[in-house]
């Protein structure tokens, strides 16, 4: 089913919600290995190509996501890295600015 098709099958069984939640929430439950992507179908919904999706037997995997204080120790540590290390490559600083950013 494409994510718009599951969202209309949901409301048939009872559960509320948005639509938006629907197609938010598939790249979420893929992540956590509940769904996959088995391919591009026309949307008997909305006549677009959309990807369609597939149930598989896996539980989900618990997404672990690293406290505020963990991310900002992590980019403290890799800025202290390059101090010592002046002459470190060009990819190291950007890992150093991406780190920074997902704080």
Not at 67 to 86: D, G, H, P
């Amino acid at each position: 089913m494409s994510s718009n098709e599951t969202f209309d099958y949901s409301k048939l069984k009872g559960v509320d919600g948005y639509r938006h939640n629907a197609n938010a929430r598939m790249t979420e439950l893929r992540d956590l290995g509940v769904v996959m992507e088995i391919g591009t179908k026309v949307c008997s919904k909305t006549g677009r190509t959309v990807i369609e999706w597939d149930v598989t037997d896996l539980l989900p995997k618990k997404l672990i996501k690293p406290t505020k204080k963990e991310r900002v120790e992590k980019a403290l540590n890799m800025l202290r890295f390059l101090y010592k290390n002046k002459t470190m490559a060009a990819d190291h600083w950007k890992e150093a600015a991406r780190l920074i950013k997902e704080i």
